[in-house]
C-alpha cells in the first residue's frame, strides 16, 4: 500500500478496503493504526531477514565474503524504484507515529544493524561493540542517504552502476576504520 500512497493514507479503514475486508475485521487484529505500523515493521523485518538467511546461504563462510555481501546487497536493493518509494512513505509515517522520536525508525533498522554488526565482528573480532556499532551506523546512513539523493535515474544506468560501485568502496573502508 505503501508504494502506491503516501503514509497518511494509511489507515485503518483503507487499509481493510484495500484488502477487501471489514474494518472491524482488521480491528481486531490491529487496534490501532499505530499496532498495524508496528506489524509492517515486524513484516519486513522479517522480509529483509529471509532476504539475508538466502544470500549468507548462497556466499559460504568466509566472514570478509558474507559482510562484503551483505553490503553489497543492501547498496544494490536501496538504489531500486520499489525500495525507495516503500522507505521514503514509511520514513514519514513513522515519523509522525512516534512523535518524531526516531524510536520506529531504530526499529525498523534494528535488523540490518543486527546484521552488518554481527558480520562486521566476524571480520574484526577484536573491535569493540562500540566501535562495529559506529561502522555500521555509517555504512547503513550511507546506503540509506544514497537512496535520498541518488534522484531517479534508473537503477541500471552507468552513472548508477558507478556511484553503486563508488559506495560500495566507501562502506569497505568505514568498514576497516580508514
Request: proline share 2%; hydrophobic share 45%; net charge neutral.
Amino acid at each position: 500500500m505503501l508504494l502506491h500512497a503516501d503514509g497518511g493514507e494509511l489507515t485503518m479503514r483503507s487499509v481493510a478496503a484495500r484488502a477487501g475486508l471489514h474494518l472491524n475485521n482488521v480491528q481486531y487484529y490491529f487496534k490501532t493504526r499505530y499496532d498495524l505500523v508496528k506489524a509492517l515493521i515486524a513484516y519486513i523485518g522479517e522480509h529483509y531477514q529471509q532476504a539475508y538467511d538466502a544470500l549468507l546461504a548462497r556466499v559460504g563462510t568466509d566472514p570478509a565474503v558474507r559482510f562484503r555481501s551483505i553490503v553489497r546487497f543492501n547498496l544494490e536493493d536501496s538504489f531500486k524504484t520499489e525500495t525507495r518509494t516503500l522507505f521514503v512513505h514509511l520514513w514519514a509515517l513513522l515519523n509522525e507515529l512516534d512523535g518524531r522520536t526516531g524510536e520506529l525508525i531504530g526499529e525498523l533498522y534494528a535488523i540490518n544493524i543486527a546484521q552488518l554488526s554481527g558480520a562486521l565482528a566476524a571480520v574484526y573480532p577484536d573491535l569493540s561493540d562500540e566501535e562495529i556499532g559506529r561502522r555500521v551506523t555509517l555504512i547503513a546512513g550511507l546506503t540509506e542517504g544514497l537512496m535520498l539523493v541518488r534522484g531517479s535515474s534508473w537503477p541500471r544506468a552507468p552513472r548508477t552502476l558507478k556511484l553503486l560501485e563508488s559506495a560500495f568502496t566507501q562502506a569497505m573502508r568505514i568498514a576497516a576504520g580508514q
